[in-house]
């Protein structure tokens, strides 16, 4: 069986897009799709003692561009206003100087698009989480078709036999046309649980850095809550 995940690559994602990837054995970053003000591609949010905060990239873009080619605008400081914040924020949680080195040193690095910076930080997170899957781009598949044929070409030319799709495709997915392609269509459930965070109340939708500050790149604990399965 070779389970294939696709989405967007998005800027230091929550907890179950990393959920998503391990469940996965080829993750394809979808970075010729549209980019999008909505989709994440470009801001996260963090857990701050006055609830969440919205840390956004600014970028350089027009309509209808593809998240490839979004450039992001360095020349406004923007990485070291989103590092003061984190650091504002996070100094005194458990693990912060081990992670925030490692996002730093990230982050300051030279990227030729909004999307190769998301890609590194994804990638190396998993690395440090121990999560061992192969990343490919859609850019590079020369895939044409659009919607739910798309994603079939896609799994198909990857020679999957399973996709792992997102719970927010249920409603316009059909199964039978993946089944008539060969393909499983199976879906990634993630189970939010609670682990500790800075100041009162818990916060699940914001960015995994918020869980890698205050639990470290301890991935078995995130595992042990999805529904007792390790794998």
């Not at 999957?160 to 719970?167: I, N, P, Q, V």
């Not at 199976?186 to 914001?206: A, D, M, R």
Request: proline share 2%; net charge neutral.
């Amino acid at each position: 069986m070779k389970v294939i995940a696709i989405h967007q690559p998005n800027y230091i994602p929550w907890l179950g897009y990393f959920y998503k990837i391990s469940q996965s054995d080829c993750f394809v970053f979808l970075d010729d799709a549209q980019f999008s003000n909505e989709g994440m591609h470009n801001f996260n949010y963090i857990k701050t003692s006055n609830g969440r905060l919205r840390l956004k990239v600014p970028v350089k873009q027009t309509l209808g561009d593809a998240i490839m080619n979004v450039k992001t605008r360095d020349e406004l400081g923007w990485k070291q206003k989103h590092l003061d914040l984190i650091q504002n924020n996070y100094q005194n949680s458990a693990f912060f100087p081990e992670v925030f080195s490692d996002f730093r040193s990230l982050l300051l690095d030279d990227y030729e698009s909004l999307s190769f910076l998301n890609e590194a930080l994804i990638k190396e997170f998993c690395r440090k989480l121990g999560i061992v899957t192969e990343f490919i781009r859609s850019s590079s598949l020369n895939v044409k078709t659009k919607r739910e044929e798309r994603i079939i070409d896609i799994c198909s030319r990857l020679n999957g036999d399973t996709y792992l799709s997102g719970t927010g495709a249920m409603a316009y997915q059909k199964e039978e046309n993946f089944e008539s392609k060969g393909i499983r269509l199976k879906y990634s459930v993630y189970s939010t649980f609670e682990y500790t965070q800075l100041w009162e109340g818990f916060y699940p939708n914001v960015t995994i850095l918020d869980y890698l500050f205050n639990c470290g790149y301890d991935w078995q604990n995130v595992l042990k809550h999805q529904n007792g399965k390790e794998d």
